[in-house]
């Protein structure tokens, strides 16, 4: 399930009409959302929530209740950028896995929206999932000229010792704004060259879409 919304504006970003326009997408009633996992729940065993940016959403933690409610595992994708609301989440056993997804090198954060970042919430939320006993993930894009060596050792150092570290594939096809569709992703071998130096600071190191 995809919450409209979001407090970045990565330029490349795959999900570009939930960001700037989210009003442009019919919203589905939330007790017709249920009724329909009650329906599925000998089919399902859990729901993702993703975006946007699902921590900006007032009504999610509500939300999140009725699911567990249904007995549904719940995965939260997160910038991670609002750890009072993920630490709220955790407190009342509202998710089961946590996908936090880090840009690039923290100081590079204000390159990603239209006014300056600040990524000490970020540095809070890997401090506090590193205390807890559900599934934890990091995920980045590897996008040429955010995500360089340089980019993976200061990222590595923010989450050393994570359970799982995933550096996936840039689809520029997808990207949000034109000029960005416009960049040559990495090839494998050098996506696989980073994901050679993250081991250092992960305990698990996968990639994806190569």
Same mark, same amino acid.
Request: hydrophobic content about 40%; overall charge negative; proline content about 6%.
């Given at each position: ?72 595992? !719940?995965?939260? %994708? *997160?910038? $991670? &950028?609002?750890?009072? #609301? ?8 509202? =998710?089961? +896995? ?16 239209? !006014?300056?970042? %600040? *990524?000490? $919430? &970020?540095?809070?939320? #890997? ?8 599934? =934890?993930? +990091? ?72």
């Amino acid at each position: 399930m995809f919450t409209g919304g979001c407090n970045l504006t990565c330029p490349y970003c795959h999900n570009g009409g939930l960001v700037l326009d989210p009003e442009g997408y019919p919203d589905i009633p939330v007790d017709e959302l249920l009724a329909d996992l009650k329906a599925r729940k000998n089919f399902i065993d859990g729901v993702v929530i993703s975006g946007g940016e699902p921590t900006i959403a007032a009504g999610l933690p509500a939300f999140l209740t009725e699911l567990k409610r249904l007995d549904l595992q !719940v995965k939260i %994708d *997160t910038n $991670g &950028l609002l750890p009072d #609301v993920i630490a709220a989440l955790l407190k009342g056993r509202l =998710v089961d +896995y946590v996908s936090v997804d880090i840009k690039t090198s923290p100081r590079r954060y204000s390159e990603l929206h239209t !006014v300056a970042v %600040d *990524t000490s $919430g &970020l540095a809070q939320t #890997v401090e506090l999932l590193r205390t807890v006993a559900i599934d =934890v993930e +990091y995920r980045t894009t590897c996008i040429p000229g955010l995500v360089t060596p340089q980019e993976i050792d200061e990222i590595g150092e923010m989450v050393r010792g994570a359970p799982l570290w995933v550096l996936q594939q840039y689809v520029a096809a997808h990207a949000m704004f034109e000029q960005w569709q416009q960049l040559e992703p990495y090839s494998r071998e050098t996506i696989l060259e980073l994901a050679g130096q993250a081991e250092k600071y992960a305990n698990v190191v996968q990639t994806r879409g190569i």
